[in-house]
């Protein structure tokens, strides 16, 4: 089986650049449209506030950058990737200040190497979260939106502060189809994950109508 998804994202890689090329347009309207259909007191100040003033203290508290949880939430993706491609852990290791590294068993693929620049891990566990304790018939307490907010908010600044030139990753996934994939796989994640805090699972089949929407449009002005 690992084998098999590696080979796929192999021949996917570069038809798959492409096609975040021509959505990069159609998923930024999407996405900006999303913003100004839900940016209401209620979810401002639930998941807005929350999300800024997680992207401020970054930038207050001392050590936050480079710390054991920013190390481990980067290298922790990097596991969550490799599992879903079936990729058995071999080893991980944090240094503070310095970075961290994670290997696994197996060939990998470029979802592996790039999945901490794009895939927001906790906001996603949240999101499952949400899902099984919908499952048991239990409503959601008070404070999730807030929570969802400030680990998005700490996800989108520690994401900026990573990509820079000496970032071994996207050496290694190739600096072109980085370049190419991760703008719009970004805005992808960012409209999921915002149109879920505003409005469930509906506000997420409504963005995603958008991005088709804008996408069938972008295609009929080429053609």
Same mark, same amino acid.
């Given at each position: 089986?690992?084998?098999?998804?590696?080979?796929?994202?192999?021949?996917?890689?570069?038809?798959?650049?492409?096609?975040?090329?021509?959505?990069?347009?159609?998923?930024?309207?999407?996405?900006?449209?999303?913003?100004?259909? !839900? #940016?209401?007191?209620? &979810? /401002?100040?639930? %998941?807005? $506030?929350? +999300?800024?003033?997680?992207? *401020?203290? @970054?930038?207050?508290?001392?050590?936050?950058?480079?710390?054991?949880?920013?190390?481990?939430?980067?290298?922790?993706?990097?596991?969550?990737?490799?599992?879903?491609?079936?990729?058995?852990?071999?080893?991980?290791?944090?240094?503070?200040?310095?970075?961290?590294?994670?290997?696994?068993?197996?060939?990998?693929?470029?979802?592996? !190497? #790039?999945?901490?620049? &794009? /895939?927001?891990? %906790?906001? $996603?566990? +949240?999101?499952?979260?949400? *899902?099984? @304790?919908?499952?048991?018939?239990?409503?959601?307490?008070?404070?999730?939106?807030?929570?969802?907010?400030?680990?998005?908010?700490?996800?989108?600044?520690?994401?900026?502060?990573?990509?820079?030139?000496?970032?071994?990753?996207?050496?290694?996934?190739?600096?072109?189809?980085?370049?190419?994939?991760?703008?719009?796989?970004?805005?992808?994640?960012?409209?999921?994950?915002?149109?879920?805090?505003?409005?469930?699972?509906?506000?997420?089949?409504?963005? @995603?109508?958008?991005?088709?929407?804008?996408?069938?449009?972008?295609?009929?002005?080429?053609?």
């Amino acid at each position: 089986m690992q084998s098999i998804i590696n080979i796929i994202f192999k021949y996917l890689k570069w038809p798959l650049a492409l096609l975040m090329i021509l959505m990069f347009l159609p998923v930024f309207r999407a996405d900006m449209t999303l913003i100004r259909a !839900t #940016l209401n007191q209620r &979810f /401002v100040m639930n %998941f807005v $506030i929350p +999300m800024g003033g997680m992207i *401020v203290l @970054w930038f207050i508290i001392p050590g936050l950058n480079g710390s054991h949880f920013a190390i481990f939430e980067h290298e922790f993706t990097h596991m969550f990737a490799a599992l879903l491609t079936f990729h058995r852990p071999k080893s991980m290791s944090i240094e503070p200040d310095k970075g961290g590294s994670f290997g696994y068993y197996g060939e990998g693929n470029w979802f592996i !190497t #790039l999945a901490p620049y &794009f /895939v927001p891990t %906790f906001p $996603i566990i +949240m999101i499952i979260f949400s *899902v099984i @304790w919908h499952w048991v018939g239990e409503s959601l307490p008070d404070l999730y939106v807030p929570v969802l907010g400030m680990l998005f908010g700490y996800h989108l600044i520690s994401n900026v502060m990573q990509i820079h030139g000496e970032q071994t990753d996207f050496a290694k996934a190739g600096w072109i189809f980085s370049a190419l994939f991760l703008p719009t796989a970004n805005l992808l994640t960012f409209g999921f994950i915002w149109a879920f805090a505003a409005r469930n699972w509906s506000g997420v089949g409504r963005w @995603w109508q958008l991005v088709l929407h804008q996408t069938e449009l972008a295609i009929n002005q080429i053609f």
